[in-house]
């Protein structure tokens, strides 16, 4: 069956330190990718997407992710964390087959530090 | 409207009742999605809406859950005789057209609580 990995669920970082959230899938092929963040009281909003191409994909607000087919990870990082990120992020992955096709991970609560 | 709409934004229920989560997606967009967030847990994806017609409903949690979509726009979440385990944040999300490439917007949740 299909899932999605976090596997940090809470990560604290100071402000202006770089940042990596882990995410894994499981899946027989290559599936759309999604990141999305949760702001406390927002809607979930989209940061990136991978569906081919160019592995290392850049969102919004200066976040990229890299898709590793070896590994079957997305993972997501920011070169230099802002405080105005400390949010809930979301991994997610769109399958091909039919049925329910969107899969999301347990989410990874990000704190900032000054 | 500029975004996703739900309403209401919070409800406190007895066990038992009824409950009406209400999705307004964003105008134009034919897909509709609603996803159920527990506290702990993710996203658990409930069902879809290609204009009025939901093609799976099987990520329904039980037969208590169900939910329509009338004249491609406003979708309404039906929970009878609700539970405590029912107890969540329901979010709608929509998208131009149905499919696992697009972007997904998201509504600010209705937060339900069974009492």
């Known amino acids: 069956a299909q899932s999605v990995t976090q596997p940090d669920i809470h990560i604290t970082v100071s402000e202006g330190a770089s940042l990596e959230l882990r995410c894994n899938y499981s899946?027989?092929?290559?599936?759309?990718l999604f990141w999305y963040v949760q702001s406390p009281g927002q809607g979930l909003q989209l940061l990136l997407k991978?569906?081919?191409?160019?592995?290392l994909v850049q969102g919004i607000k200066g976040f990229e992710a890299e898709f590793k087919r070896s590994q079957s990870s997305f993972n997501l990082r920011k070169p230099s964390v802002h405080w105005s990120d400390a949010a809930e992020y979301f991994c997610?992955?769109?399958?091909?087959?039919?049925?329910?096709?969107?899969?999301f991970g347990t989410g990874t609560s990000l704190t900032v530090i000054p | 409207g500029a975004g996703v709409s739900q309403s209401p934004s919070n409800k406190v229920t007895e066990k038992g009742k009824d409950v009406e989560l209400r999705c307004d997606p964003i105008?134009?967009?034919?897909?509709l999605y609603w996803y159920r967030q527990s506290l702990g847990q993710g996203l658990e994806f409930l069902i879809y809406?290609?204009?009025?017609?939901?093609?799976?409903k099987s990520g329904l949690p039980s037969d208590r859950f169900s939910a329509e979509r009338t004249g491609g726009s406003v979708s309404t979440l039906t929970i009878q005789r609700t539970q405590q385990e029912d107890s969540a944040v329901y979010l709608c999300?929509?998208?131009?057209?149905?499919?696992?490439?697009?972007?997904?917007?998201f509504g600010p949740g209705t937060r339900l609580l069974v009492l």
């Open positions: 999300a929509s998208s131009l057209v149905w499919s696992t490439q697009e972007t997904q917007y």
């Open positions: 899946y027989g092929a290559t599936p759309y």
């Open positions: 991978y569906f081919s191409g160019d592995t």
């Open positions: 997610a992955v769109g399958t091909l087959n039919t049925g329910n096709q969107f899969y």
């Open positions: 105008s134009g967009h034919t897909a």
């Open positions: 809406f290609q204009g009025n017609s939901a093609p799976d």
